[in-house]
Each structure stands twice: as C-alpha cells, then as structure tokens.
C-alpha cells in the first residue's frame, strides 16, 4: 500500500508546474548616450525533477529611483544576445542572438539568457535606484520578479556619459567596499 502511494505521489509530482528559480548575476553593464542599455543576464533554472517545462513568455525590467520625485524609467526587451571575448584586445565583444521570444526552461537545461534592455529618452543621474526584473510564465502561474538596487555616484554617471552608447560599463554587487552592500555599484 505505501509502495502504491509513493508511486501515485511520484506520478502527480513530475507532471506539475515546475518550481522556476532566478538568480540575477553579480554584474550587469549599462551604456548610456541618447538611450539606455541595460545588459542583464539572469540564470534561470529548476531543481525539481519534472516532466514539464516552464516557458518564460515575456520578460519586464523596471529601475527607479529611490527619491520619489525622481523621473520613472521604462525599459523593454529589446533583443537577445551573447558576449564573446577578443583576446587580442582583451574586450568582450556583444554579439545580436534573436528578437525577443519565448524562454524554455527545463531541469537538463537551465538557461542564462543575455537581454538587452532599451530605455528611450531617459538617462541616470546620480543617486539610488530600485529594480525590479519580472518573468511572465506560459503557465499562468505568478510572474517571477526578483528585486535588485543600484547605487550611480558623481563619477559613475560621467564614466557612462564619457563612454557613450556602444560602450559599456559593469557595475557589481559584490564590491566589498560598496556603500550599499549588494546593489550594484561601479566596479
């Protein structure tokens, strides 16, 4: 009897939905001249073993700023790409993938999409911002969002209006020194 049970538990539990995880990486890059580009590149995976796949259908990215009175931002996915390393140069080079489209996440195949977000006519300044990345779920389960900050000093704005718009800079979450431990700051 507890065999049977087991075994209808098994069969219910590798057909459900499957419990997707994000975890946003320790660096994302941003350029900045006319427009903003927001390069992120979360993991998305599941550990549960299951005979369903989750389909990321449409991904969001918000970043505000922490001051209220602050200019709202509004970002949309623009594309999908990849980096590849010059040696000689001793630089990443982005390189375009596809449009946005549906992301498959499975067990054997997690996945770590690079997206490149677009924000027209708006720029940083300095200050604090809250992010927030939403996936939406073919499942019509509730979106997954994870929660992120950014921390932009005097220096880290002029580096990106210096640097331009096909010139990015990384900021971290990991910087020891970083006066907001685990926002994103200047490398």
């Not at 220096?155 to 910087?175: E, K, Y």
Request: hydrophobic content about 35%; some cysteine; glycine content about 6%.
């Amino acid at each position: 009897m507890a065999a049977l049970a087991f075994s209808l538990y098994n069969f219910i539990a590798v057909r459900q939905q499957p419990d997707t995880d994000v975890t946003l990486p320790h660096i994302v890059r941003i350029s900045q001249g006319k427009d903003v580009w927001f390069y992120l590149q979360p993991t998305l995976s599941t550990r549960v073993e299951n005979t369903q796949a989750e389909v990321i259908t449409g991904v969001d990215l918000r970043i505000n700023p922490s001051n209220p009175s602050g200019r709202k931002s509004a970002f949309f996915w623009d594309e999908s790409g990849a980096f590849t390393y010059d040696p000689a140069r001793q630089a990443l080079d982005y390189d375009w993938k596809a449009d946005p489209s549906p992301i498959l996440v499975s067990r054997d195949k997690p996945q770590q999409p690079l997206l490149l977000f677009s924000s027209t006519d708006w720029n940083f300044s300095e200050g604090g911002y809250e992010g927030r990345l939403t996936l939406h779920r073919e499942s019509g389960n509730k979106p997954l969002t994870v929660d992120f900050c950014l921390e932009l000093s005097v220096s880290a704005v002029d580096s990106l209006r210096s640097h331009g718009q096909n010139s990015w800079i990384g900021f971290r979450d990991d910087i020891p020194e970083a006066r907001s431990k685990g926002c994103y700051t200047l490398a």
